[in-house]
């Protein structure tokens, strides 16, 4: 069965008419949010049900739209959390590219300006490598890029996408070895972006986010995970009482190959590992279950299939 | 940026030149400052690195007396004050207090004042100042100009009098003929330190 990613956006009545629809077709929903008299689900569901949905949805003023990074934690990497980056354009790539379904994480380095003070510490460094890519935004001069960026990409293993003032070609030439995404013209500015101009922008942001998660979904697909992540969401919202408990907008976050569990390591990486997945085999069976470096959660990392010889 | 007489932004890289022209618009705009700036000229060398922003500012409104927002009428005992712009009011109130007295300051609705006092006391309120907007200014500027600098350039020296201000920065230490770099600066605008 090939899931896909999609946003189902619609009226409150009967949204629970969806909910079951998409669960009894074997999909998940990955995030719920209800606002006022509206529902959005984000969601992952078989290709060849979509138009069921959106049929089924129609009467319910519901309407069905792919959202390629549903199911994704990516990490927007923003140079410090002063006014000089904030809330443009750190929060407008952010909040731009959760309309497409990504979880977005921001993180503001301690000392990322300068261009010969800029560092990454180990903190800063391990946070970004939990999630599934990184966004790296950084300022307009390219001197300033050149001599930095090898200091910032130090000990980073995940996909990287550099945005930054001059043009892709440029920093296309000044990054060196090279990273995985470019886009350029969007470096430091002080206003918001509602141009129409300054949208195409962003929209070539989740382009390129798009275009370099794929590639990595391909490579995935290669050898995949022992368990999808979204099912092993559900199996956690099935079994553990406890994370119906927890206040935070996404108490499991969905990523490519792995979750972010928000309960306290200490007292829940015992109790998780032993929650059965299927038959005998646990969750302790096919993931590694390790402390998170954002407070005190849980990261579950998938095993590959070739690890573990096991799919449920 | 019409209300600014000159607007230079000087960086020997083009696409970070109007980066800067726009964020220095923008920073400006936002902290009501175009209408006090005369001339800018901004200098930024990321190769250095550094930040030079020299200007002039236009002939600052005076100070805010108490006629200027409110009318004040005399009787025996008894001194009414009714505010027309209550943007200046809670600082004529302070005035009021220190000089005659919580008790005697009283304040029935928003727009009007009832001062208790002697009539030959009640003399020379009309005068008060109660704001000079030039004294806050210099901060505003300052901080809008490190606003504009790029970020990380901790080390400042920053200059304002006469009408003249100016700002340099950097990562590094400053070089020490700064000055005469904010005198060639200066100059470019046709003006003099």
Known sequence: ?312 | MEAIEYFEVECPEETGRNYYRRIADVVLLDHNLLRVIQKLHISIDPRVPLFIAVGITRKLPGVIRVRDFANVNTQDQKTTISIADETYLAPFLKILWERFGGDRVLQPDRFTIILSIAAADAEGIEDIPVIDPSESLYKDLIYALQVIQPEGFKVRRQYYGRGRFYLVASEDTLPEDIEDLVREKFALMGEQL
């Open chain 1, 1 to 312: 069965m090939n899931l896909v990613p999609v946003t189902y956006k619609g009226g409150i009545y009967r949204h629970d008419v969806i909910v079951d629809l998409i669960e009894d077709l074997g999909g998940y929903i990955i995030q719920k949010h209800v606002i006022a008299q509206e529902v959005v689900l984000q969601a992952l569901v078989p290709r060849e049900d979509i138009d069921l949905i959106a049929r089924i949805g129609k009467p319910l003023t519901g309407e069905i739209t792919p959202s390629p990074l549903v199911g994704t934690e990516i990490a927007v990497v923003t140079m410090s959390l002063e006014i000089h980056h904030l809330p443009h354009a750190s929060c407008d790539v952010a909040e731009y590219i959760r309309r497409f379904g990504a979880k977005t994480n921001m993180v503001g380095l301690a000392r990322g300006f300068g261009k010969r003070i800029a560092q990454l510490n180990d903190e800063e460094r391990d946070v970004i490598n939990e999630h599934d890519l990184a966004v790296f935004l950084l300022g307009n001069f390219e001197t300033c890029i050149e001599q930095k960026f090898p200091v910032l990409r130090r000990g980073i293993h995940v996909p990287i996408i550099v945005l930054g003032g001059p043009s892709t070609e440029t920093l296309k030439r000044i990054i060196d070895p090279p990273v995985d995404g470019y886009v350029g013209n969007v470096g430091r500015f002080m206003h918001r972006t509602k141009e129409s101009e300054e949208l195409d922008k962003l929209e070539e942001v989740a382009d390129e986010i798009t275009r370099v998660l794929d590639a990595q979904r391909d490579e995935i697909a290669k050898d995949p995970p022992s368990v999808s992540p979204a099912r092993l969401m559900d199996v956690i919202n099935d079994q553990l009482d406890d994370i119906h408990e927890v206040l935070s907008p996404t108490p499991i976050t969905v990523q490519m190959t792995g979750l972010r569990v928000k309960l306290p390591y200490d007292r829940y990486a015992g109790v998780l590992k032993e929650l059965a997945i299927e038959g005998k085999v646990t969750i302790g069976d096919v993931a590694d279950i390790l402390p998170s470096r954002m407070r005190d959660y849980i990261l579950v990392r998938i095993k590959p299939f070739s690890e573990t010889n096991i799919m449920v």
